[in-house]
């Protein structure tokens, strides 16, 4: 078995809850069964965990102040020590990883959840961008997406059947993954005759609205070796923005996400599995190109966000996917790739080892 | 009991934004029917702001340029089915518009009849609005050609520095299980709690789980509790007003400690109880509200009521706030 | 581990206003971090990473806004990251962009922290715009009314901490509220708010930011080494609690306690009362002053009051609380519980000016946040190792 400095971090837990249109369950009912299924798979209690932190977001939510309610399901007396990001879970998870490389603590759980279905999307996301050009034109993500999309075809980057292509894959593969909200089979014919939904993006290029939540425990090597046989060793861990205003972008390149992955050391040996948060048909060519990922890599095993996008939790489950490829489906190195804001604004990427 | 429902709620935001030297100059350029770009380095930025993207350095007003008006499309998709917060409420496209001029592209909206009108490369020109206040929907959207259309009317007579944004968005939240047995409760007059099976805490029966022992809390848990209880501790509130704002005159809040439990339901308005006379101790009782019974709804709990019973002396009453 | 030194060698804030109407959001933020880099001798391109805080997107109607903001930021190639924890957010945001030097993860990085108040309405966006909210008064006062009744203070203590806040922030020329004629008399005087809490006695509604430069051990002395004297992070600790449940005691949160505790012993503090020289402590009404120094173990149980009536915490006591004005003369929320670390670094820098504890040297600053239930803290120091170990 190979030796680990005691700084390497590694993922010994982690639990999806179900993915679906509209839940009845409070944000912080769905977090309790995500802690609990998460501690549950790493073996350990709320009482071990030494450090926790959530992603969530106030205008998913609805309510200022949201995060604060979903700390009743931590079971956090005594007190714990405690973080909250309004971002995504795997950003959560990225703070929680520097706390413990700190050397102080032993164990973290990392969650990220939201409700999306409480709003319509279109009338959310506009929040996102800048106040003053852009959300007074309620400029939506799926219309962020298309003008993207359309950037991409006309650099002939993708065509439209590729896109189909793509999503009749990602639903297929969905079918095997019982965490998915849209799976099956579709004949890119028959998607490719359906009308648009923003030109050039039709229904099958776009996400599902998801609620849904995912907990990931992570831990420094000698815990993770304590409590775990096989614990999913953090190989690189890193993130990167771009300019906001798409307007000033070069639309056809995704530079962060390079940068990130060489900073995550990506390339440093082959990847077998990666786990994108392309939540558009389009983004996954830009997005496996910009990570510099070869022909031979396998993309959203999971179906990915197009079979299930519980936002604020969507890059957080791409991590505890790529880590269940190398528990339960024998890969010994994996990827996982998380973004937030418009046109692929902001991406994080980790990368992920078996023994 | 086992159909869910959900709660409709819209929150209407009304904010007031500063705009700063560049986007005030903008935006003031736009009441006067003109485009206003900022030079960085070799490159003209449109829209303007105070900083380069790419390396933050300080932009100054005063290399602010005109740009436009009429310029080429980038990139567009087409809006089918408008929404509430888009500009125009038939089928339009949002595009990046380069602007003449500009090394960078606008988004705003292009009205044509059809996406076929659409295209890569195509010229536009703005439509301005009649009426314009500094506001980047002073530009109703973009047309084809060269030429301007719409506007008319003088530009600002002061420099626009603010401008307001406006935001609805309805929230439909789920009504749990929980939350629904506890309402059942309510409307027959009784109170619900939840007793953790671990610590043996009881909560008031919307909670659901235990935020000590993270445990789920159902209908095995139920416990019934008082109506009655005894006032631990309070404010009296001097309302201030905004938007929503529906209090008047001071009024009291009060923290209630159930009868028999460890119960404490916090910050509850008062009943026929006075402001002047609301005190630690004081014996209050639940008043239930049945107005909305006939329309369908559920008895509510409106507040809490003296019983004339003893004040409670305990002197660690007031310590009882959670 | 692999935790090593950490410095603070810039700290830059706006002029703290009810209505900073002058500047964009951009412009509000990159104020404070201008003036940071400034101090640092730095330029944006120094900065490998970014880390905001700010409360509740809804003050703003700006969701996310790290995204608006990465490039006024100059964070445009580099990691932009938020955080969120309630009013502690600000000395979260310090704590986390500490970690990223700590761990090695990058040399310098710039912490900001905001809220732009006047762009919306707080107690409106308190009750998410749904209706009534009591407001943030209305929530703590049967705390502080628990507090004065079981620590027997005379009432006068809460308007003396109201007092001496105005005053030092006379000597705080960032500092939004100005109160010349403040007294005794003024504060009592003046409207009774939340019963038991005044309004000369709760905090203001600000527009503001504020920022820190963070580097690494060899950044902080060659700091030193130019004249520029550092500030030392020497512990921080982050605690949350639930917000209700029966047997809690928001008045003492051992969420409070607990995480004192850490920072004191992370740093060898046995007295704080002793060894520390002074605190910026987040006090937003006035009773909060003594209640912290109890929590905190700064005074005994049921004594904090006596500190307050003894004058030990005005700005030449023997430890003075709050010496910028604290929350209750500028309270932009969400950069409130940054302003608190960054004063005590301004102060073992000896660079608060009019403000300043002669000879600080090791100061702590804590920030707390939602219904007193999130605490952040840390203590920075002059040196390494300020009690000669």
Not at chain 2, 99 to 109: E, I, K, P, S, Y
Request: glycine share 10%.
């Amino acid at each position: 078995m190979a030796t680990h400095p005691p700084d390497d971090i590694a993922i010994i837990g982690w639990h999806v809850s179900p993915m679906i249109r509209r839940t009845e369950l409070t944000e912080a009912q769905m977090l309790l069964e995500v802690v609990n299924g998460a501690t549950a798979h790493a073996g350990i209690t709320n009482a071990d965990v030494d450090f926790t932190c959530a992603g969530s977001c106030d205008y998913v939510a609805g309510q200022a102040f949201s995060f604060v309610q979903n700390i009743d399901a931590f079971g956090a007396w005594p007190p714990k020590r405690d973080s909250h990001v309004e971002m995504d879970g795997a950003w959560a998870l990225y703070e929680a990883w520097v706390r413990l490389l700190v050397g102080d603590l032993d164990v973290a759980l990392v969650t990220g959840s939201g409700r999306s279905s409480t709003a319509d999307p279109d009338i959310v996301y506009p929040m996102e961008m800048d106040p003053y050009y852009l959300a007074p034109l309620g400029v939506d993500a799926m219309s962020f997406a298309a003008l993207q999309a359309r950037v991409l075809l006309d650099g002939g980057v993708v065509t439209e059947r590729q896109m189909a292509e793509i999503a009749a894959r990602c639903r297929r593969d969905a079918r095997a993954n019982p965490h998915a909200q849209v799976a099956g089979d579709f004949d890119v014919d028959a998607l490719l005759a359906e009308d648009y939904v923003r030109e050039p993006l039709r229904r099958h290029d776009l996400p599902p609205i998801t609620d849904g939540a995912c907990a990931v425990v992570i831990a420094r090597a000698d815990k993770a070796r304590e409590l775990c046989e096989n614990p999913v060793w953090i190989r690189g861990l890193s993130h990167c923005a771009e300019i906001h205003y798409a307007g000033l972008r070069d639309l056809r390149q995704a530079e962060s996400i390079t940068r990130a992955a060489k900073a995550a050391g990506v390339g440093d040996a082959p990847v077998e599995v990666a786990e994108l948060q392309t939540a558009f048909t389009h983004e996954e060519p830009l997005v496996a190109a910009a990570l510099g990922l070869g022909a031979d890599v396998v993309v959203n095993p999971s179906g990915g966000p197009l079979a299930a996008n519980p936002i604020m939790a969507t890059g957080l489950v791409r991590i505890a996917e790529a880590a269940r490829q190398i528990r339960d489906e024998g890969r010994h190195r994996t990827l996982a790739h998380s973004t937030s804001g418009p046109c692929l604004q902001q991406n994080l990427v980790c990368v992920l080892e078996g023994e | 009991m086992t159909t869910t429902r959900s709660v409709e709620a819209t929150i209407r935001f009304p904010y007031k934004r500063s705009l700063g030297p560049v986007m005030g100059a903008f935006m003031t350029a736009l009441t006067e029917q003109r485009f206003l770009g900022i030079r960085s380095g070799e490159r003209v930025l449109c829209p303007p702001r105070e900083w380069d993207p790419d390396t933050a350095a300080d932009l100054s007003a005063d290399d602010l340029v005109e740009v436009g008006p009429a310029g080429t499309v980038e990139s567009w998709t087409w809006v089918s089915s408008p929404s509430a917060a888009h500009p125009l409420d038939h089928p339009f496209a949002f595009a990046l518009i380069r602007l003449d001029g500009a090394d960078t592209a606008l988004l705003h909206a292009v009205d044509v009849a059809s996406p076929d009108a659409l295209s890569t490369g195509m010229r536009v020109a703005p439509r301005w609005k009649a009426e314009r206040v500094g506001h980047i929907t002073d530009v109703e959207a973009f047309v084809p050609g060269e030429v301007p259309q719409g506007g008319g009317g003088a530009g600002a007579e002061e420099p626009v520095t603010m401008m307001d944004y406006d935001a609805a968005i309805t929230y439909t939240t789920p009504v749990t299980r929980n939350e629904m047995r506890a309402e059942a409760a309510n409307a027959e007059g009784r109170f619900l709690g939840l007793e953790c099976p671990a610590c043996a805490r009881v909560y008031l029966g919307g909670r659901g789980f235990c935020p000590i022992d993270a445990l789920e809390l159902g209908p095995e848990h139920e416990v019934e509790l008082s109506q009655r209880g005894t006032i631990t501790n309070y404010t009296i509130i001097e309302p201030v007003q905004y938007p929503g704002q529906t209090e008047t005159e001071p009024f009291a809040r009060v923290h209630v400690l159930l009868d028999g439990s460890d119960v404490i339901l916090g910050y509850q308005p008062v009943v026929e109880f006075p402001v002047g006379d609301v005190r630690i101790g004081a014996r209050v009782a639940a008043v239930w509200n049945d107005t909305k019974v006939a329309s369908g709804g559920g008895i509510e709990l409106d507040g809490w009521i003296p019983t004339g019973e003893p004040d409670d002396t305990d002197p660690n009453l007031v310590n009882r706030i959670c | 581990m692999s935790h090593q030194p950490c410095a603070i060698v810039g700290i830059g804030q706006t002029h703290h206003k009810s209505r900073r109407w002058d500047v964009s959001l951009g412009g509000l933020v990159r104020e404070a971090a201008r003036r940071a880099l400034d101090d640092a001798e730095m330029d944006w391109d120094d900065i490998d990473a970014v880390v905001i805080g700010k409360a509740p997107d809804l003050f703003e109607g700006v969701m996310k806004p790290e995204l608006y903001l990465t490039d006024a930021l100059g964070a445009t190639g580099k990691p932009m990251f938020r955080v969120h924890t309630a009013g502690s957010v600000g000395g979260t945001t310090g704590i986390v962009a500490s970690h990223l030097v700590e761990t090695g993860r990058h040399t310098r990085v710039l912490a900001v922290a905001y809220q732009k108040q006047s762009e919306g309405n707080a107690q409106f966006a308190l009750g998410s715009g749904k209706g009534a909210s009591l407001g943030a008064g209305g929530a703590f006062a049967p705390f502080m009314r628990s507090y004065i009744q079981r620590s027997g203070a005379p009432l006068d203590v809460g308007p003396m901490v109201a007092v001496k806040d105005r005053l030092n922030a006379l000597k705080n020329p960032y500092a939004h509220l100005k109160l010349e004629n403040i007294s005794l008399e003024t504060v009592k005087a003046s409207p009774m708010m939340w019963d038991p809490v005044r309004y000369l006695e709760s905090c203001p509604s600000s527009d503001g930011a504020c920022a820190v430069v963070f580097t690494d051990e060899a950044g902080g002395k060659a700091a030193a080494a130019a004249g520029r004297q550092p500030a030392w992070v020497l512990a921080s600790a982050v605690r949350s609690e639930p917000a209700s449940f029966p047997g809690r005691d928001p008045v003492r949160p051992q969420g409070a306690i607990d995480c004192a505790a850490e920072i004191y012993a992370t740093v060898g503090v046995s007295n704080p009362r002793e060894q520390i020289d002074c605190a910026e402590l987040y006090v937003p009404f006035s009773w909060y002053e003594p209640m912290w120094l109890e929590a905190h173990g700064i005074a005994d149980e049921g004594a904090g009051w006596r500190m307050v009536e003894s004058g030990a915490t005005a700005l030449d006591g023997d430890f003075p609380v709050n010496m910028s004005g604290g929350v209750l003369s500028s309270n932009p929320i969400g950069a409130s519980g940054l302003l608190r670390f960054a004063e005590a670094a301004l102060q073992v820098r000896g660079m608060a000016g009019e403000h300043q504890v002669d000879g600080a040297k090791v100061a702590m600053a804590q920030a707390y946040g939602a219904s007193a239930q999130y605490f952040a803290m840390w203590i920075v120091a002059n040196s390494l190792d300020p009690f000669g170990s």
